[in-house]
């Protein structure tokens, strides 16, 4: 009975594992399309892919928190453990740095839709793109950051717990 209640909970840590890594894979895929289609002249299409893209990220990366959230509380190695984890509170504020990174992308996109449904694409000066392709990057960069402390976090580095 013990055995198999220990069964479920692997099962279920692996399949939230899983998730938190699929949703992560598709934030990092979204911002990468997001910054290749921003590398081009903007068209009717690519500004459509655009905003495909950016619900795309909005989706992962709700994803990413509530798994993420759900795996502290519930799976891995405890609450407890990851409050006192360096690497785990740098991780969240960068999370969190890459959310407000986003806001400005994310509002130019959307304020681009009104062209699109009149069957023309935005007309925005080469600086603008420029502020936004280079907000992308820095968001793209904290992910980077972010996946340093997640695998830093996992093995127990920078915590003053220590993993038993
Ligand atoms: C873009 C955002 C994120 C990315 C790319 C990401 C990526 C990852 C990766 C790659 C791992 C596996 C680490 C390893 O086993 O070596 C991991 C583990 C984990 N992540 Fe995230 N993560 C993100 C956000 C979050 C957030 C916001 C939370 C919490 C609210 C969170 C909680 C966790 C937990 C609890 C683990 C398990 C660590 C362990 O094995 O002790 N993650 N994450």
């Known amino acids: 009975m013990i055995a198999a209640r220990e069964g479920t909970v692997v099962i279920s840590s692996a399949l939230f594992a899983f998730l938190h890594?699929?949703?992560a894979f598709g934030l990092v895929a979204a911002l990468a399309i997001e910054?290749?289609?921003?590398?081009?002249?903007?068209?009717?299409q690519s500004v459509r892919a655009l905003l495909r893209a950016d619900m795309l990220y909005g989706i992962a990366a709700a994803v990413v928190l509530t798994v993420g959230a759900l795996r502290v509380l519930f799976f891995e190695k405890g609450v407890q453990y990851y409050m006192h984890s360096v690497p785990f509170v740098v991780k969240v504020t960068l999370f969190a740095v890459v959310g407000v990174?986003?806001?400005r992308p994310t509002m130019?996109?959307?304020?681009w839709r009104g062209a699109v449904v009149q069957g023309q694409a935005p007309v925005v000066d080469e600086p603008k793109i420029k502020a936004l392709r280079r907000l992308v990057h820095l968001e793209l960069a904290a992910v980077a950051g972010i996946l340093l402390c997640a695998a830093l976090m996992a093995r127990g580095l920078g915590s003053g717990l220590s993993l038993g």
């Open 35 to 44: 910054l290749v289609l921003l590398r081009q002249p903007l068209t009717v």
């Open 101 to 103: 990174l986003s806001i």
């Open 108 to 111: 130019t996109f959307l304020s």
């Open 21 to 23: 890594h699929l949703a």
